[in-house]
């Protein structure tokens, strides 16, 4: 929308934008975003190349033209709420009204399904959202309660929310957000302390116990020593030389092995020479924790001691384990990847969970228990107290916003 009270430089920067912005939606919802080029919507548009790249860097920005007054919109509703309305409820009607009520109109549910089958918009959209996360964080924190934990806590609570804000990424967007917005409100209701506990299935026919694990032979402590001189050569080269500036070539060379033989061993590539580690396995053990918890713990609890002695809340490390995490912290590839390590258990986990509370397998609030647990370990590299964190949020979880910061638990 041109406002009426801008100047006339103002209006016509605005108008020049907002043409701009409408031939790109129309060229992308007539040919498809990857068929277009951006030499096509300037033409459409009657502009230069360089007119055109000052209002919009990259392509895909061409497709989110609002979102700089959706950035403005989230954050106001929350700090400009009525009395007596709750920041989160506040913000669940903001969300309701600006990414629910207005998918039912066909132009905008068509413009959802160009974000959702585009892999390039859906990984712009997602990354925009996330990006609104500090200025909400700031405003639940001033909306809430001024108690130790409390900036972690609202930080979470903006990054649960707007993960699941985004209008592309599911078929019913009010159900989910009504599911988050309980859950973030009331916290978790653990339905799985009034359930069966869980009956591991038998190793066997019989019942026999399986025989002991082998030890490893001759081929397997080879392969062992080889990835262990990979990763030890990666970590070696990333602190001496930052994660950028190392190619993959020198640490083969370093490890003294071929290329061939690293990607081998490791094919998903740079990133993951930092986490050595079997991601099945780290899955499994998961899962084994929410099904083998003491009696009378809640799963939620399960994950946060499984979580306590691992990676970044572990009591004491290695020299290697702190330069990883220090590597980690100071590296966007490297966080992303970690952050995709863990939220890769989420089927798996969300599995578990329904199992133990007796809820169906697709329950949508143990998806949400299991996806928002597991990006703790990626929100608490952002404090400098990460034990901390892992006890916040996961009170937070237990007892909701803002009582998982204020309760007797604290």
Known sequence: MIEAGMGRRERKKA??????????LELFLERGFDQVTVKDVAEAADVSMSGLFKHFPTKESLVFD?????????????????EGTSALQALRAWLLHNTCQESADPDTAAFLDLVAGTPALSDYARRMWLGYEEELAEAIRQAGPDSPGAAIAARAVARFVLDRAQPWQRHDPRAELDAAFTLLTDGWPAPELRSAPYDP?????????????????????????????ITGA????????????????????AAGTSIATLFAYFPDGKASLV???DRAAHIAALVDAVHHRSPGQTVLRAIHDHMAERGPFAATRTPDEQRTLDLIRATPELSDYALHSWTAAQDALTT?????????????????LARYTLQIPDLANTTPDPRQALDVITDLLEHGWPAGVTGPHR
């Open 15 to 24: 108008r020049t934008r907002q043409a701009i912005a409408d031939a790109a």
């Open 66 to 82: 609002q979102e700089d007054d959706i950035r403005a919109g989230i954050a106001s509703a929350v700090r400009d709420r009525p």
């Open 201 to 229: 299935p038998r190793t066997s026919v019989s019942g026999a116990s399986p025989s002991p694990a082998r030890p490893p032979g001759l081929r397997e402590r080879k392969k062992a020593q080889t990835r262990h001189a």
């Open 234 to 253: 990666a970590l070696e080269l990333f602190t001496a030389r930052g994660y950028d500036d190392v190619g993959v070539r020198e640490i083969a060379d």
């Open 275 to 277: 986490f050595p580690g």
């Open 352 to 368: 578990a969970i329904a199992h133990e509370a007796a809820l169906p397998g697709d329950d949508l609030t143990a998806r949400l």
